[in-house]
């Protein structure tokens, strides 16, 4: 494959996604580098698995090139694994105030909870496609707790209140090391794992 296109409408995960592909072999491109706007896609699937499927396959259509898109959100234990795939737009709220609407949600919805149970995970589904067929699923995830107040400026999301206990920092604290461990990381590795030992044609 000469060109895999790199699809988001989210502009920090979609520089996330292409610092971590720029270390690979591919020739990794953006809809801004082509000079295309990408079809908006309604992300009505059940599971992140369809939602990427579905947005991998309708950039591929689109673009006429092999395409990746992911899903990705946030499962916190004490809230029966909400807000899930609906993460970004748990609040309701669109636009700039979203993050911060949503991180007032979760917030206050975790207000009464223990520390002990205040388990979550962050979790990143990636799919290439090319047309019409999604050709590679995979998933990625980083365990952490949720902590009842913002620490650090750095992420994007609820990067500032998903804590990592191993290092002792929340994912908005925790600079390139973020890059090594998040669930998008993980999702990534086995994807480039998975596409070096593969053969598709577009």
Same mark, same amino acid.
């Given at each position: 494959?000469?060109?895999i296109?790199?699809?988001?409408? *989210? +502009? =920090?995960? $979609?520089?996330?996604? %292409?610092?971590?592909? @720029?270390?690979?072999?591919?020739?990794?491109?953006?809809?801004?580098?082509?000079?295309?706007?990408?079809?908006?896609?309604?992300e009505?699937?059940?599971?992140?698995?369809?939602?990427?499927?579905k947005?991998?396959?309708?950039f591929?259509q689109?673009s006429?090139?092999?395409s990746?898109?992911?899903?990705?959100g946030?499962?916190v234990?004490?809230?029966?694994?909400e807000?899930?795939i609906y993460?970004?737009?748990?609040?309701?709220e669109?636009?700039?105030?979203?993050?911060?609407e949503n *991180? +007032? =949600?979760? $917030?206050?919805?975790? %207000?009464?909870?223990? @520390?002990?149970?205040?388990?979550?995970?962050?979790?990143?589904?990636?799919?290439?496609?090319?047309?019409e067929?999604?050709?590679i699923t995979?998933?990625?995830?980083?365990?952490?707790?949720?902590?009842?107040?913002?620490r650090?400026?750095?992420?994007?999301?609820?990067d500032?209140?998903?804590f990592v206990p191993?290092?002792?920092?929340?994912?908005?604290?925790?600079?390139?090391?973020?890059?090594?461990?998040?669930?998008?990381?993980?999702?990534?590795?086995?994807?480039?794992?998975?596409?070096?030992?593969?053969?598709?044609?577009?």
């Open positions: 494959m000469d060109k296109l790199l699809g988001s409408g *989210n +502009k =920090k995960k $979609l520089y996330e996604l %292409q610092n971590l592909l @720029q270390k690979t072999s591919y020739n990794i491109i953006t809809a801004k580098e082509l000079d295309i706007i990408l079809p908006e896609v309604i009505d699937g059940n599971t992140y698995e369809e939602n990427a499927a947005k991998a396959i309708a591929s689109f006429g090139l092999p990746i898109a992911d899903d990705s946030l499962e234990d004490a809230l029966g694994g807000p899930g993460s970004g737009r748990w609040s309701g669109h636009g700039e105030n979203q993050s911060r *991180n +007032k =949600k979760l $917030l206050e919805q975790m %207000q009464k909870v223990p @520390q002990e149970k205040r388990t979550a995970r962050f979790v990143c589904v990636i799919v290439m496609a090319i047309n067929k999604a050709v995979v998933r990625g995830e980083c365990p952490g707790t949720i902590l009842s107040d913002f650090g400026i750095g992420g994007f999301g609820y500032p209140l998903f191993e290092y002792n920092k929340t994912f908005a604290e925790l600079g390139e090391i973020k890059n090594t461990i998040s669930h998008r990381a993980q999702a990534l590795k086995k994807f480039e794992k998975i596409l070096a030992e593969s053969c598709y044609e577009a």
